[in-house]
Structures are given as structure tokens and as C-alpha cells.
Nanobody, 126 residues
Framework: QVQLVESGGGLVQAGGSLRLSCVAS????????MGWFRQAPGKEREFVAA????????NYADSVKGRFTISRDNAKNTVLMQMNSLKPEDTAVYYC???????????????????WGQGTQVTVSS
């Protein structure tokens, strides 16, 4: 079992930045793939970014490429997402997710994840 706790959300103006943090506990963090998803009101949960267990491979949704950066610190059981140049369309609840590592999986589908955090709200005003 893995427990995930997100933090770092908030209200920011368009063009601003936020850094989301997710701390994991309960299982060996270093063998887990980690991802961030988001869900806006009335929309399905969508992939934002993912990082491999060793941190050497990252994937991003096209909508955030060049603006968001995912990273991890296995010594601190933490995954981070730096979000720059935020846009109003980035407004959503952001969820941290963890998955047992499986080689060849892109980890872009919510069904590939085993554990989820409670979410943190990000609101970008225009």
C-alpha cells in the first residue's frame, strides 16, 4: 500500500509559476513510476506528466511540454512538478499517482496506476 499526499496548489495569475509536491509513504518509493494527472470540472482526468522509477525517463502531455517539469528525489520519497507560464486552461485539481514499474509502459493512462493522492487545486486567473 502507498499513501500519497500532494501540496503546493493555489491561486496564481496567468504567466505565473507553482511547484507541486507529492510525498509517498508505505512502500519502497524508488521502484514506483510516478505521475501527475489533472481534472477540470466537467472533464475527464487527463495525463500531465510521468517519471520512471530511476528518474531517467519522463513523459509529458503536449499541452504542458516546455512549461512543466517533473522530477523526483528517491531519498525523500518525493516527486515534484514545476509549473511555469501557467495558463487559465491549466486550472484543475492535480493528482499525484504511483504505479508498480513495468518496463515498456508509458504511464500515460490512469488505469496504469495503482495508488492516488487526494488532489490539490490549481487555479490560474486571466
Amino acid at each position: 500500500q502507498v499513501q500519497l499526499v500532494e501540496s503546493g496548489g493555489g491561486l496564481v495569475q496567468a504567466g505565473g509559476s507553482l511547484r507541486l509536491s507529492c510525498v509517498a509513504s508505505g512502500r519502497t518509493f524508488s521502484v514506483l513510476a510516478m505521475g501527475w494527472f489533472r481534472q477540470a470540472p466537467g472533464k475527464e482526468r487527463e495525463f500531465v506528466a510521468a517519471i520512471s522509477w530511476h528518474g531517467g525517463t519522463t513523459n509529458y502531455a503536449d499541452s504542458v511540454k516546455g512549461r512543466f517539469t517533473i522530477s523526483r528525489d528517491n531519498a525523500k520519497n518525493t516527486v515534484l512538478m514545476q509549473m511555469n507560464s501557467l495558463k487559465p486552461e491549466d486550472t484543475a485539481v492535480y493528482y499525484c499517482a504511483a504505479a508498480r514499474w513495468v518496463a515498456g509502459t508509458t504511464f500515460e493512462n490512469p488505469s496504469e496506476y495503482d495508488w492516488w493522492g487526494q488532489g490539490t487545486q490549481v487555479t490560474v486567473s486571466s
